[in-house]
């Protein structure tokens, strides 16, 4: 089962900022291996927003930022907008079980 | 530009088995690994292996090794992913997606439904 612990919902208004928490443990994010965010609109495919903690592919805009301390990454959305209501979800590496690649719970983003 | 598309939903019975593909376009298909992702209301997100189409290599987790089989045809760009003795609880939407080497899933696919119900 996922791994990493999101919280289930956070919401804003437009222009707010919202802060995503991804946590993990020793064996993962803690151990030093790469926070991947991904952001899923309804009914759409998932799509890359960040990768290696804080890097933005090309097109992603730069209100969405990453960063990570300890055995937990944070995503933040500055300047929240009507299209960034999605799901947000993260995701990481662990040797311990098997595992692999692990992801986080989700987080459902609402916009007021 | 790159896309990942795949197969219909599916309606099986348990114990049966079923068979998803994923057709890659617009990138150089064997130069990318395929990972093969689920989520389920129970357990979320899990990942369920990779295959690389150049050479056919696999890698399983432990928890679906010897229940999954990827395969993959470079002729018709397309991957493949076989899960066998399906429970009720394998019911979920099953993602594939592309990765480079130790990469994040750059490119995903729409989705297939698997439904397992007797």
């Known amino acids: 089962q996922s791994v990493l612990t999101q919280p289930p919902s956070v919401s804003g208004a437009p222009g707010q900022r919202v802060t995503l928490s991804c946590t993990g443990s020793?064996?993962?994010?803690?151990?030093?291996?790469?926070v991947n965010w991904y952001q899923r609109l309804p009914g759409s495919a998932p799509k890359l927003l960040i990768y290696d903690y804080s890097k933005r592919p090309s097109g992603v805009p730069d209100r969405f930022s990453g960063s990570r301390s300890g055995a937990s990454a944070s995503l933040d959305i500055a300047g929240l907008q009507v299209e960034d209501e999605a799901e947000y979800f993260c995701?990481?590496?662990?040797?311990?079980?098997?595992?692999?690649?692990?992801f986080g719970t989700g987080t459902k983003v609402t916009v007021l | 530009q790159v896309l990942l598309v795949q197969s219909g939903p599916e309606v099986t019975k348990p114990g049966a088995s079923v068979k998803v593909s994923c057709k890659a376009s617009?990138?150089?298909?064997?130069?990318?690994?395929i990972h093969w992702i689920r989520e389920t209301p129970g357990q979320g997100l899990e990942w369920l292996g990779w295959i690389h189409p150049n050479t056919g290599a696999t890698n399983y987790p432990q928890k679906f090794r010897g229940r999954v089989t990827m395969t993959a045809s470079t002729s018709i760009n397309t991957a493949f992913m076989e899960l066998d003795s399906l429970k009720s609880d394998d019911t979920a939407l099953y993602y594939c997606a592309r990765s480079g080497t130790k990469d994040p899933f750059d490119f995903w696919g729409q989705g297939t439904l698997v439904t397992v119900s007797s």
């Open positions: 995701q990481s590496y662990d040797t311990s079980l098997g595992r692999f690649y692990i």
């Open positions: 617009g990138y150089s298909f064997i130069d990318y690994y």
């Open positions: 020793r064996s993962n994010i803690g151990a030093g291996y790469v």
